[in-house]
C-alpha cells in the first residue's frame, strides 16, 4: 500500500491539452473515484498513473517515490479496464498465475495466491475453465483477480463494471468493495455511473476538461443520501 501524489501534472497531445493542473494526494488504502463527462481527462490520469502515458509537466509520486521516470512494470501499480482481456488460451488459474509467472515468483507462492484470490472472488470452482467458458461478469472477476494476485500497492480501475449488465454490475460491485475492506489496496476508479461513485468512494473528484472542479467526499458531491 502506499499513498498517491500528484503535483500540478499537465498532460499534452500535440496542440491539446488533455488535464492541467491536476493536484491532489490520496491517503494509503482509500478507495477514490474519478468522474466527469466524457473526454474530461480520467482515463489520462489513470494511465499517467500507471506509467501508460509519460505527464508533460509534474510530479507524480508513489508512496515517497518521484515515479515520473519509471517504466509501468517497475510501478508496483495494477490496472483494470472495461474489456478485461483475458488470454482466451489459459485457464482461469493460469491468468490469475501470470503476472506473478512474468515476475518470477516461485511455484508455492504462485499457487498459493491463486488459491487466495479465487477464494476471494469467488473463482475456486472454476480455475480450470478457459475464459470463453465464463460469463462476463466471471471474466472481470478473473481480471481482477489477475491484477491483485501480485499485490500491488495500487490499483487503478477504468470503468471495469460498464460492460456488464445491470443485475452483474450490483454483484460485482459490492464484491469490489468487499475486497477493498479485505486488502485495503490504494484504489483509484474511473467511471461516468454515480451509483458507483457513492457507493465506493471514499472521495470523488470531479473532472471537467481537463481540470479538477470539485474534490470530496460523495455527500458534498451529490448531496444527502435520503
Ligand atoms: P476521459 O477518460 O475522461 O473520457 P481522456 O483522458 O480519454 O478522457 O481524454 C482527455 C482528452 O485527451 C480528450 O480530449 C481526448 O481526446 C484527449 N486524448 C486522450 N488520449 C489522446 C491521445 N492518445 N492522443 C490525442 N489526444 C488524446
Ligand atoms: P501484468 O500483471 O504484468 O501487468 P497483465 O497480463 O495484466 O500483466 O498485462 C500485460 C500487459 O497488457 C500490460 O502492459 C497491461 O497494461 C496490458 N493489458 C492488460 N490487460 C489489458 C486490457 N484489458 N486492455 C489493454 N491492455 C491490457
Known sequence: ??????????????????????????????FWVLVGPSGCGKSTILRTIAGLESATSGKLFIGDRLVNNIPARQRDVAMVFQNYALYP????????????????FDAKTIQDRVVTVARSLSLEHLLDRKPKQLSGGQQQRVALGRAIAREPQVFLLDEPLSNLDAQLRDDTRAELKQLH?????????????????????????????????QIGEPQSIYGCPA
Open 181 to 213: 475492506q479485505k486488502l485495503g489496496i490504494t484504489t483509484i476508479y474511473v467511471t461516468h455511473d454515480q451509483v458507483e461513485a457513492m457507493t465506493l468512494a471514499d472521495k470523488i473528484v470531479v473532472l471537467n476538461n481537463g481540470r479538477i472542479q
Open 89 to 104: 488460451h489459459m485457464t482461469v488459474a493460469q491468468n490469475i498465475a501470470f503476472g506473478l509467472q512474468m515476475r518470477k
Open 1 to 30: 500500500m502506499a499513498n498517491v501524489r500528484l503535483e500540478d501534472i499537465k498532460r499534452r497531445f500535440n496542440n491539446v491539452t488533455a488535464i492541467e493542473d491536476i493536484t491532489f494526494e490520496i491517503p494509503d488504502g482509500e
